[in-house]
């Protein structure tokens, strides 16, 4: 076991933070000049950058969900079965989300089967 430290460690959750940013801006306002829509990375840096000044975390850390199932589905195939899929405006947009994570040394975690909820209550129990 090591010693405990007094580092913060702050795990957000990416694809709730670009669903957030992605309807809190009006696509037609943030896109590129070949036409792809960037409210939500705009919107994701901004509120990300909010919660970095204000918390001022040690370490920084964003979790994604990966496209496909996860092992809930294998054990409840109607696990999420009644929500409606993404827009397309904003699936294309976290590509760029992740590209913009890296480019500025952000660490960001997938990983597939699993949820980003899943990879957040696993760092958070790693953190304990």
């Known amino acids: 076991m090591t010693e405990p430290t ?4 702050l ?22 000049a070949a036409g792809q829509a960037t409210n939500a990375v705009w919107g994701f ?13 040690d370490h920084l850390g964003v979790a994604f969900d ?12 109607q696990y999420k079965g009644t929500r409606e899929a993404a827009p397309e405006e904003l699936l294309t947009q976290l590509p760029l989300i992740q590209r ?4 500025l040394g952000v660490t960001y975690i997938e990983k597939q089967g699993y949820e980003g909820d899943d990879i957040i209550a696993t760092l958070a129990t790693m953190g304990d």
């Open 45 to 57: 840096a901004t509120m990300l950058s909010q919660v970095i000044e204000a918390e001022k975390p």
């Open 66 to 77: 990966m496209k496909g199932g996860t092992f809930r589905n294998d054990m409840l195939p």
């Open 11 to 32: 795990v957000v959750d990416g694809h709730s933070l670009a669903f957030r940013a992605f309807y809190a801006l009006p696509v037609e306002n943030f896109s590129t």
């Open 100 to 103: 913009m994570l890296k480019a």
């Open 6 to 9: 007094n580092e913060t460690l």
